[in-house]
């Protein structure tokens, strides 16, 4: 991080938007994750949409903020969207894949109780992945393969 900080652009050219500062959440100063925008517009409550605008956001990755989306005019928080948001604190449920509805416990149990070995057999156990529209569910809006294989991980772990 520190490295990053030695290239911020702040004091150097004019015109240049400083992207350190654009990209840390409002309130705990994390540095966010980038979020297009029609992944915001689809996971804000109905009531909110309009205040989404037409910029990008980034989601505050620190699992004790409330804020989840941001950028320089508008930012949403834990209560403002529709789906709880699986890393931070108090999600439940807590989504591994947010197009199927199935659940880190799910994928966990698959791979303790049913014996799932692998991505897989877990997704044919689950049902994960199946319609993926991960651009839309995700509250990242990339693909929830690797949530899956974490949970999957885990679920290795317990095995032991
Ligand atoms: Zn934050």
Redesign the pocket.
Known sequence: MEEGLNNCCCESTVGLTCEIEESS??????L?SKVKRVTVEHLVLESLTELVGDSDYYL?M?EE?N?VYYNKETSFSKRQVKVPIWFKNGANPKYACYCSKVTEEQVINAVVNDRADNMKEVLRITGAMKDAQCEKNNPLGKCCHHIIQNAIDKGLSMRQ
């Not at 959440?25 to 994390?30: G, R, S």
């Open positions: 959440c409002p309130v705990c100063k994390t966010g505050c620190n903020c804020v």
